[in-house]
Protein backbone atom coordinates (compact mmCIF):
# COMPACT_ATOMS: atom_id res chain seq x y z
CA UNK A 1 0.00 0.00 0.00
CA UNK A 2 1.38 3.11 -1.56
CA UNK A 3 1.85 5.81 1.23
CA UNK A 4 0.69 9.69 0.00
CA UNK A 5 2.29 10.58 -2.82
CA UNK A 6 3.39 13.76 -3.59
CA UNK A 7 4.84 15.74 -6.99
CA UNK A 8 7.09 17.11 -7.82
CA UNK A 9 9.37 17.05 -4.99
CA UNK A 10 10.98 20.22 -5.63
CA UNK A 11 9.65 23.27 -7.57
CA UNK A 12 11.33 26.24 -8.49
CA UNK A 13 9.96 29.06 -9.71
CA UNK A 14 10.49 33.09 -10.72
CA UNK A 15 8.31 35.56 -8.96
CA UNK A 16 4.87 35.99 -10.85
CA UNK A 17 4.50 32.77 -11.76
CA UNK A 18 1.85 29.93 -11.11
CA UNK A 19 3.04 27.08 -8.69
CA UNK A 20 0.77 23.70 -8.62
CA UNK A 21 1.27 21.17 -6.12
CA UNK A 22 0.17 17.77 -6.39
CA UNK A 23 -1.10 15.05 -3.91
CA UNK A 24 -2.53 12.11 -4.40
CA UNK A 25 -4.16 10.47 -0.56
CA UNK A 26 -3.10 6.83 0.46
CA UNK A 27 -5.42 3.75 -1.17
CA UNK A 28 -8.95 4.24 0.63
CA UNK A 29 -8.45 8.04 1.96
CA UNK A 30 -10.51 10.27 1.07
CA UNK A 31 -9.57 13.45 3.24
CA UNK A 32 -6.90 15.23 2.73
CA UNK A 33 -4.53 18.06 4.22
CA UNK A 34 -2.48 20.79 3.30
CA UNK A 35 0.61 22.16 5.76
CA UNK A 36 3.02 24.60 5.05
CA UNK A 37 5.97 24.59 6.74
CA UNK A 38 8.63 27.83 6.70
CA UNK A 39 12.59 27.63 7.10
CA UNK A 40 13.05 26.82 10.72
CA UNK A 41 9.15 26.87 11.92
CA UNK A 42 6.77 24.18 12.50
CA UNK A 43 3.99 23.12 10.02
CA UNK A 44 1.18 25.55 9.76
CA UNK A 45 -2.90 24.12 8.79
CA UNK A 46 -3.91 25.46 5.30
CA UNK A 47 -7.11 23.78 3.93
CA UNK A 48 -8.79 20.38 5.00
CA UNK A 49 -10.54 18.94 1.58
CA UNK A 50 -12.40 15.99 1.29
CA UNK A 51 -13.68 15.24 -2.43
CA UNK A 52 -15.18 17.52 -4.32
CA UNK A 53 -15.03 19.77 -1.03
CA UNK A 54 -13.56 22.12 0.81
CA UNK A 55 -14.43 21.60 4.31
CA UNK A 56 -12.47 24.31 5.85
CA UNK A 57 -9.74 26.93 4.71
CA UNK A 58 -9.11 28.56 7.68
CA UNK A 59 -5.20 28.26 7.50
CA UNK A 60 -5.39 29.36 3.30
CA UNK A 61 -3.61 32.99 2.72
CA UNK A 62 -7.28 34.86 1.32
CA UNK A 63 -5.31 35.34 -1.49
CA UNK A 64 -2.83 33.64 -4.98
CA UNK A 65 -4.12 30.41 -2.51
CA UNK A 66 -6.60 28.21 -3.78
CA UNK A 67 -6.78 24.24 -3.34
CA UNK A 68 -9.27 21.29 -5.05
CA UNK A 69 -9.87 17.68 -4.28
CA UNK A 70 -11.81 16.60 -7.32
CA UNK A 71 -13.43 13.45 -7.44
CA UNK A 72 -10.87 11.92 -9.81
CA UNK A 73 -7.19 12.82 -9.68
CA UNK A 74 -5.02 14.32 -6.51
CA UNK A 75 -5.42 16.98 -5.05
CA UNK A 76 -4.10 20.34 -6.27
CA UNK A 77 -2.72 23.16 -4.38
CA UNK A 78 -2.57 26.10 -6.59
CA UNK A 79 -0.35 28.97 -6.06
CA UNK A 80 -0.91 31.83 -8.70
CA UNK A 81 1.71 34.77 -9.19
CA UNK A 82 4.19 33.21 -6.11
CA UNK A 83 6.45 35.50 -4.08
CA UNK A 84 9.25 34.92 -2.51
CA UNK A 85 7.77 34.56 0.55
CA UNK A 86 5.65 31.61 -1.03
CA UNK A 87 8.89 30.07 -0.83
CA UNK A 88 8.43 27.00 1.79
CA UNK A 89 8.20 23.22 2.44
CA UNK A 90 4.30 22.11 1.34
CA UNK A 91 3.16 18.58 2.80
CA UNK A 92 -0.29 17.14 1.91
CA UNK A 93 -1.68 14.40 4.41
CA UNK A 94 -4.48 12.11 4.27
CA UNK A 95 -6.93 9.90 6.47
CA UNK A 96 -9.21 7.55 5.74
CA UNK A 97 -12.19 9.63 7.34
CA UNK A 98 -13.15 12.46 9.15
CA UNK A 99 -13.06 11.13 12.40
CA UNK A 100 -12.45 11.35 16.31
CA UNK A 101 -8.42 11.59 16.25
CA UNK A 102 -7.99 9.98 13.00
CA UNK A 103 -3.84 9.93 11.76
CA UNK A 104 -3.19 11.70 9.84
CA UNK A 105 -0.10 10.11 7.15
CA UNK A 106 1.91 12.66 5.80
CA UNK A 107 3.63 13.09 1.95
CA UNK A 108 7.65 13.89 1.47
CA UNK A 109 6.74 17.11 0.83
CA UNK A 110 6.93 19.54 -2.19
CA UNK A 111 10.13 22.15 -1.71
CA UNK A 112 8.87 25.26 -3.56
CA UNK A 113 11.17 27.95 -4.16
CA UNK A 114 10.66 31.16 -5.30
CA UNK A 115 13.41 33.11 -7.09
CA UNK B 1 -6.02 30.46 21.26
CA UNK B 2 -4.57 28.20 19.09
CA UNK B 3 -0.98 28.08 19.93
CA UNK B 4 0.90 25.38 20.67
CA UNK B 5 4.25 26.32 22.52
CA UNK B 6 7.36 23.96 22.17
CA UNK B 7 11.05 23.62 24.03
CA UNK B 8 13.70 23.77 24.05
CA UNK B 9 14.06 24.64 20.17
CA UNK B 10 17.42 22.46 19.77
CA UNK B 11 18.61 19.36 22.30
CA UNK B 12 21.43 17.54 21.95
CA UNK B 13 22.03 14.34 24.25
CA UNK B 14 24.73 11.56 24.36
CA UNK B 15 23.76 8.10 23.34
CA UNK B 16 22.12 5.89 25.67
CA UNK B 17 20.36 9.26 27.70
CA UNK B 18 17.03 10.63 28.00
CA UNK B 19 15.88 12.98 25.74
CA UNK B 20 12.99 15.31 27.32
CA UNK B 21 11.06 17.78 24.89
CA UNK B 22 8.27 19.89 26.74
CA UNK B 23 4.88 21.19 24.91
CA UNK B 24 2.52 23.40 26.82
CA UNK B 25 -1.01 24.79 25.23
CA UNK B 26 -3.62 27.22 25.74
CA UNK B 27 -6.98 26.03 24.52
CA UNK B 28 -8.49 23.72 26.68
CA UNK B 29 -10.76 22.28 24.17
CA UNK B 30 -8.04 20.42 22.64
CA UNK B 31 -8.53 16.48 23.31
CA UNK B 32 -5.88 14.86 21.35
CA UNK B 33 -1.92 15.50 21.26
CA UNK B 34 0.30 13.20 18.98
CA UNK B 35 4.06 13.32 18.36
CA UNK B 36 5.87 13.78 15.21
CA UNK B 37 9.40 12.83 14.69
CA UNK B 38 10.69 14.21 10.82
CA UNK B 39 13.89 13.53 9.23
CA UNK B 40 15.18 15.81 6.41
CA UNK B 41 13.58 15.82 3.48
CA UNK B 42 10.94 13.41 4.77
CA UNK B 43 7.54 13.96 6.15
CA UNK B 44 6.15 13.82 9.85
CA UNK B 45 5.63 10.81 10.89
CA UNK B 46 3.37 9.75 14.10
CA UNK B 47 5.75 8.98 16.79
CA UNK B 48 3.40 8.82 19.95
CA UNK B 49 -0.09 10.13 20.43
CA UNK B 50 -2.74 10.59 23.85
CA UNK B 51 -5.40 11.71 24.58
CA UNK B 52 -6.54 14.05 28.17
CA UNK B 53 -8.11 11.25 30.09
CA UNK B 54 -4.76 9.72 30.88
CA UNK B 55 -1.80 10.73 32.22
CA UNK B 56 1.13 8.50 30.51
CA UNK B 57 1.57 6.15 27.76
CA UNK B 58 4.30 4.63 26.65
CA UNK B 59 5.59 2.99 23.57
CA UNK B 60 8.87 1.29 23.58
CA UNK B 61 11.86 3.75 24.75
CA UNK B 62 8.95 6.83 23.91
CA UNK B 63 6.99 7.85 26.14
CA UNK B 64 4.21 11.14 26.72
CA UNK B 65 3.36 12.48 30.13
CA UNK B 66 0.80 14.63 30.27
CA UNK B 67 -0.49 17.38 32.87
CA UNK B 68 -3.67 18.17 32.12
CA UNK B 69 -3.84 20.83 35.13
CA UNK B 70 -0.97 22.66 33.89
CA UNK B 71 -1.75 22.39 30.24
CA UNK B 72 1.11 20.26 29.47
CA UNK B 73 3.26 17.46 28.04
CA UNK B 74 5.90 16.06 27.29
CA UNK B 75 7.83 13.44 25.26
CA UNK B 76 10.07 11.20 27.00
CA UNK B 77 12.82 9.46 24.85
CA UNK B 78 14.91 6.74 27.15
CA UNK B 79 18.24 5.55 25.72
CA UNK B 80 18.48 7.53 23.11
CA UNK B 81 20.12 6.32 20.23
CA UNK B 82 21.97 7.99 17.03
CA UNK B 83 19.52 7.08 14.93
CA UNK B 84 16.79 9.00 16.90
CA UNK B 85 18.58 12.20 15.89
CA UNK B 86 15.47 14.10 13.88
CA UNK B 87 13.07 17.14 14.24
CA UNK B 88 10.13 16.08 17.00
CA UNK B 89 7.31 18.32 16.81
CA UNK B 90 4.01 17.96 19.26
CA UNK B 91 0.16 19.01 18.03
CA UNK B 92 -3.12 19.13 19.24
CA UNK B 93 -6.27 18.84 17.40
CA UNK B 94 -9.75 19.53 18.69
CA UNK B 95 -10.86 16.06 17.32
CA UNK B 96 -14.39 16.65 17.18
CA UNK B 97 -15.37 19.56 15.32
CA UNK B 98 -12.41 20.34 13.25
CA UNK B 99 -11.72 17.23 11.44
CA UNK B 100 -8.39 16.50 13.16
CA UNK B 101 -6.82 19.44 11.84
CA UNK B 102 -3.34 19.75 13.28
CA UNK B 103 -2.01 22.54 15.37
CA UNK B 104 1.96 22.18 15.64
CA UNK B 105 4.46 23.04 18.07
CA UNK B 106 8.00 25.00 16.64
CA UNK B 107 9.94 21.99 16.47
CA UNK B 108 13.08 20.46 18.31
CA UNK B 109 15.91 19.43 16.70
CA UNK B 110 17.58 16.09 18.21
CA UNK B 111 21.09 15.16 18.05
CA UNK B 112 22.21 12.26 19.92
CA UNK B 113 25.86 11.90 19.90
CA UNK B 114 27.46 8.06 19.64
Known amino acids: NAGVMQNPRHLVRRRGQEARLRCSPM?????VYWYRQLPEEGLKFMVYLQKENIIDESGMPKERFSAEFPKEGPSILRIQQVVRGDSAAYFC?????????????FGPGTRLLVL | QQQVKQSPQSLIVQKGGISIINCAYENTAFDYFPWYQQFPGKGPALLIAIRPDVSEKKEGRFTISFNKSAKQFSLHIMDSQPGDSATYFCAASIGETSGSRLTFGEGTQLTVNP
Open chain 1, 93 to 105: ASSPKWGYQETQY
Open chain 1, 27 to 31: KGHSH
